[in-house]
């Protein structure tokens, strides 16, 4: 029995905000198209692998339970998505050549450095993370069934090619449909007899003069395709289907359009609920790119000297479906809110005031209820920021509020880091600072920030106001 979990999403074929259903009753299925492990994660691949984790903590905080696929590309992933052309070469052995090192260890080295960074954002491990590379056989195995299905065809080149226009539907996703898909611009087809129709793809690639990353197959050695690697690993590790898939836009055609066509292939059934997508991430106003050199990494945002739990922040100021321009200042200013909020977490339990269960519940609602439509999270934030300044709202209130929100929202609120209550003559010389600041009166200020720090409080400006911590 299928059981509604009131979590709704944003499904781009359907184009309307759809319930996440948990179809077996028991877990939540969801995959989420993982890195290609022949460099960092940047800042955008990890706000697109946080939609993953929020919403696994959503449905925890509403009760329920999921399970998470992420695969780890590591290989078949080409240079260029949208041809099978010999000219492009696989990612990884590409990065392999540069390091001068073995594919494979060029693979392992940047999927140990993912798992790092998704440490760092404090995201819900998944289920299972599977390699490509060792998941050969159930790629095969899914292959065979396309071309028992009459869903495939061997190629003259030896490479298996799916038959796109044997999928009536195909299109769905992205609204690319076989007769809009004419060769030209994206599909430079070169009609060299391989594939029969210019829309066509590889879902096993004869080796032709690769001699690494290939293996052993019915139709000669080579290797897969990387659209196939998501279905069949979604397939097997999801027993046969899909509540919601997660990826970036870039993902929607062909990776997912692909994807969809292979997994409906095998299934004859629509395999995937809710397919949701997550837009992309700019940085000062520009498209992060190797060749324009302004690719940040978690690791830049580290060095200098931010909470890496400020990225998460300033993720969810912005709402997913939107594109984002993320900026130093925005880290900056999250950075120091997150500390704030710390502060006034410990202040506020420190308090005897009684919980309010009532205002508790219904402020616990009404943020749940934001999450859960669409992935308000901006929306929630705002709240919380209400929240924290409302003083008729008790203390130990807000602080039960924040503690389980923060289950959500997973930014350490509770984290006892450098902490402390402050005494009154403390408070009373953080207020005239700030006051003097904002006067501009830089020598009281400066003289306050050493009264401060003669009682281990360090002072920390931020573009709006001060925040503190005990050194
Ligand atoms: P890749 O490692 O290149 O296969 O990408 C991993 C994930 O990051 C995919 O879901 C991409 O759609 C996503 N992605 C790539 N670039 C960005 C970006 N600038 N902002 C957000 N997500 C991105
Ligand atoms: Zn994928």
Redesign the pocket.
């Known amino acids: 029995m299928s059981t509604p979990t009131g979590i709704f999403l944003f499904d781009t074929q359907s184009r309307t905000q759809k319930e996440l259903i948990i179809s077996d009753g028991s877990a939540l299925r969801i995959y989420?198209?993982?890195?290609?492990?022949y460099r960092d994660?940047?800042v955008?691949?990890l706000?697109?692998?946080l939609l993953a984790d929020l919403v696994l903590r959503l449905a925890k905080l509403k009760g329920f339970d999921s399970r998470l696929i992420q695969n780890i590309?590591d290989v078949g992933?080409m240079g260029n998505d949208f041809e099978d052309d010999s000219e492009s070469e696989d990612k990884v052995i590409a990065q392999a050549k540069q390091e001068k090192l073995n594919p494979f260890d060029i693979a392992r080295k940047y999927e140990e450095k993912f798992h790092q960074d998704l440490a760092h954002l404090r995201f819900t491990p998944a289920a299972v993370y599977p390699r490509a590379s060792e998941s050969i056989l159930l790629m095969q195995n899914l292959i065979s069934e396309l071309l028992s299905k009459n869903h495939a065809y061997i190629g003259k080149d030896k490479s298996v090619y799916f038959d796109s226009q044997s999928f009536a539907s195909y299109g769905a996703i992205s609204g690319n449909r076989l007769d809009a898909l004419k060769p030209g611009h994206r599909y430079d087809y070169v009609d060299d007899g391989k594939k029969l129709f210019h829309a066509d793809w590889a879902l096993w690639k004869a080796a032709g003069s690769r001699t690494s990353m290939i293996w052993e197959s019915p139709w000669g050695e080579g290797f897969p395709g990387w659209h196939v690697e998501c279905s069949a690993m979604a397939l097997h590790y999801l027993d046969g289907h899909v509540d919601l898939h997660?990826?970036?836009?870039?993902?929607r055609f062909p990776h997912h359009e692909n994807e969809r066509a292979q997994s409906n292939g095998v299934t004859a059934t629509e395999a995937v609920d809710v397919w949701l997508h997550?837009?992309?991430?700019?940085f000062e106003g520009r498209?992060?790119s190797k060749s324009a050199g302004n690719v940040v990494l978690l690791a830049d945002l580290i060095e200098r000297g931010f909470d890496p739990l400020a990225l998460r922040l300033c993720f969810m100021e912005t709402k997913y479906r939107s594109q984002m321009d993320l900026t130093w200042k925005a880290i900056e200013a999250a950075d120091a809110t997150i500390k704030r909020w710390r502060n006034k977490y410990q202040e506020w339990r420190q308090d005897v005031s009684h919980v309010d269960p009532e205002a508790l519940q219904s402020l616990l609602r009404g943020i749940i209820s934001d999450l859960s439509t669409d992935l308000d999270t901006p929306k929630a934030i705002i709240k919380l920021r209400e929240i924290e300044r409302d003083e008729s709202i008790s203390r130990t209130t807000r602080a039960n509020l924040f503690e389980i929100v923060d289950q959500f929202f997973g930014l350490g609120i509770t984290d006892n880091r450098s902490i402390r209550v402050l005494g009154a003559e403390e408070e009373k010389l953080l207020n005239e600072r700030e006051i003097a600041r904002a006067q501009r009166d830089f020598a009281k200020s400066d003289e306050l920030r050493e009264a401060l720090l003669a009682r281990k409080i360090k002072v920390i400006d931020t573009p709006t106001s001060q925040t503190w911590e005990v050194i």
Not at 32 to 37: E, K, L, M
Not at 246 to 251: P, V
């Open positions: 989420c198209c993982g890195p290609t492990v994660a940047h955008g691949n706000r697109t692998f590309t992933h997660i990826g970036g836009i870039d993902l997550g837009e992309h991430l700019l498209k992060m």
